[in-house]
Every structure is written in C-alpha cells, then in structure tokens.
C-alpha cells in the first residue's frame, strides 16, 4: 500500500479525531504524527507548530456551523444559527475555549462572524445593538453548552437520583426555595435540563426582539 500522502487537510482530520476522543490536552505533535502514520518532522512541513494547528482546527469548527442568511428573518436565522453552534460543540466538546480565543482568525472563522453581523445590519439593527444582541446570544449558548458538559447528571432520572442522594437531600432541607424547585422542576416526570435550551434561547431573542421594536424609528 503506498503511503498515505499528508496534506494540511488531513492533518486538520487527524487532529479533529484526536482531540474529539482524547480533548485538547491530549493532542501533541508526536502523538498525531503517530495516528498519521508518519514522522512528527513531516507534520512541520504543513503546520510550523501547535498554536498553528490550533487555528486551523478552531477554523475547522467553524465551518461546520450553518451560518445564518442575511435574506432571512433575523430572528429565525439566528436561531438555526444557534442551534448548530450547540450540535457543533457537542462534536467537538474541546472547541470551546478555542472558538474565540484565536489571535490569528481563519476564513471561517471570519465568514462565520461576517455572517452574524450582516443577518443583525440587514434587519436594521443599530451598530450598539448589533454588539449587544451578537454578545448576549453567544454568551447564552456558550454557557449553556458550558453548563451541558459539567452537570453531574445527564437525564432526569439521573437529576432525581442525584438531589435524592443522603447528604444533598439533608442539605436542601436547609434551603426552601432550592427545595421548591427540586419538586416543582426537577422531580417533574420529563424534566431535563437540555430542554431549557430552546426556551432560554427563545426569551434572550424575545427581549433582543424588544428591545429592536423600541429602538426602531
């Protein structure tokens, strides 16, 4: 079998699978070098080093998002928008301290941003507001996702397992209204805390929306 010919993109690939099974911390250029098949010196050739390989790869994550169209509701597409933020960082859980922290941003990155602010300009946003509605929704759905992936449970019945535990279930007793939403929320038959995301989402939008209304002539 000829050996396999090393291009950017593939290390890209490689890299993607690596930090998705591993997370950041366990993505070196030895180890990819030996997932690829080839010496870490041929890596070099394509990526003069880590903080490079990093770029590319948050660039990477960018582009699976669906951008929103600029020709749609604003409303509508930044919610599509914000929902393949999630999917896409549930792939790729290692990405989130990447997606804004690079200094030196990719294509898709930038196309990425460029999209968002044209979807906010076209629906008449002001230049205040665009930076207002651009912060608090990516705040919200970044913290979420962040909340998603550090949650002692995962399902409802893991909640209802974990609140009934001796030592918390002693401690709640303590603070009534910590009790009140255990039994009003989340001993609930169905609870679940992924199912906020849509609503939260939708309230951040709703006041984005009012916020709009009172701004426009």
Not at 68 to 88: N, T, Y
Not at 137 to 150: K, M, P, R
Not at 154 to 178: I, K, R
């Amino acid at each position: 079998m000829p050996p396999r010919k090393l291009t950017p993109e593939a290390v890209v690939d490689a890299a993607l699978v690596v930090a998705d099974r591993q997370g950041i911390e366990g993505l070196t250029m030895r180890g990819l070098a030996r997932e690829l098949g080839v010496e870490a010196m041929s890596l070099y050739h394509h990526y003069a080093g880590k903080e490079l390989l990093l770029d590319a790869m948050a660039d990477r994550v960018y582009s699976e998002i669906a951008l929103p169209d600029p020709a749609g509701p604003w409303r509508h597409e930044l919610l599509r928008r914000s929902r393949s933020v999630r999917e896409v960082l549930h792939r790729h859980p290692w990405a989130l301290p990447l997606m804004e922290s690079r200094r030196a941003p990719g294509p898709a990155n930038l196309a990425y941003h460029d999209a968002n602010i044209a979807c906010l300009r076209t629906a008449g946003f002001d230049a205040a507001l665009v930076a207002h509605a651009y912060a608090v929704i990516d705040a919200f759905v970044y913290g979420f996702v962040l909340q998603e992936a550090t949650l002692p449970f995962d399902s409802g019945e893991e909640a209802a397992a974990f609140v009934h535990e001796e030592s918390l279930a002693a401690a709640l007793a303590a603070y009534p209204n910590m009790g009140w939403f255990v039994e009003q929320v989340v001993l609930v038959p169905g609870y679940s805390f992924a199912r906020e995301f849509e609503s939260g989402l939708e309230l951040v939008l709703d006041g984005i929306e009012a916020r709009h209304k009172v701004d426009s002539p």
